[in-house]
């Protein structure tokens, strides 16, 4: 089983700040998901992505197949992205092994 | 184009009640997947379907059954529900298995 291990847990920064969260996987992998939870709401895909970077707006994501690591990226952060920020990956069969979040605030 | 719809969004259970979970996407999507959220943990999966015609157990079976009703319907039910069972519910969809996720808005149920 993969193991997604995910850093900080909690991130607190002032708006503006440029943001970046970590993932981590033990085992090699066919895809990596980012997904957003805002408080009390749904869950929303971010991004897939299994080499290189995507960006789309104001959030990049990056992934390192060799080291086994990806990182999201937010710039010029704002309060509305305050949510939670969930790793998972796919190792090309059924089931995605999700990371347990990184809790992330942006203060006005 | 709603998404994925999931219902209901609350319920409150006592001990030995039996429910069902619905959950229906109209995205013409492959597979669907129900996952429980807990408090520090990950999300994990209970069960999913590849496909319409086939459902398979995930990581934390025990207590649940499911139905794919159709292509579009996916439900999960409770027999006799227990406390352990109290949790986030999510439905979620994928065009194919281990595609890109769409999420339903979360099943919040309590068994006391």
């Known amino acids: 089983k993969n193991e997604v291990e995910q850093s900080p847990q909690n991130l607190t920064a002032q708006e503006g700040e440029f943001i970046t969260i970590n993932c981590s996987y033990s085992v090699g992998i066919s895809a990596l998901h980012w997904l957003q939870q805002h408080p009390g709401g749904g869950i929303v895909s971010l991004f897939m992505?299994?080499?290189g970077k995507k960006k789309h707006g104001r959030l990049i994501a990056t992934i390192n197949i060799q080291e086994k690591h990806s990182s999201l990226h937010i710039t010029a952060s704002h309060p509305r992205d305050s949510a939670v920020y969930i790793c998972a990956v796919s190792s090309g069969n059924e089931k995605l092994t999700f990371g347990t979040g990184t809790r992330l605030t942006i203060i006005p | 184009n709603a998404g994925v719809t999931q219902t209901p969004k609350f319920q409150v259970l006592k001990t030995g009640q039996s429910m069902t979970l619905q959950c229906a996407q109209d995205?013409?999507?492959?597979?669907m997947y129900w996952y429980r959220q807990d408090p520090g943990m990950g999300l994990r999966l209970i069960y999913y379907?590849?496909?319409?015609?086939?459902?398979d157990k995930g990581e934390v079976p025990n207590g649940y059954n499911v139905s794919r009703l159709n292509k579009r319907e996916f439900s999960l039910r409770l027999e006799s529900a227990a406390p352990s069972q109290t949790s986030v519910y999510f439905c979620?969809?994928?065009?194919?298995?281990?595609?890109?996720?769409?999420f339903g808005e979360g099943s919040r149920l309590t068994v006391l």
């Open positions: 379907s590849a496909s319409e015609g086939t459902t």
């Open positions: 992505l299994s080499s």
């Open positions: 995205m013409n999507h492959n597979s």
């Open positions: 979620a969809s994928s065009r194919d298995i281990a595609g890109e996720l769409f």
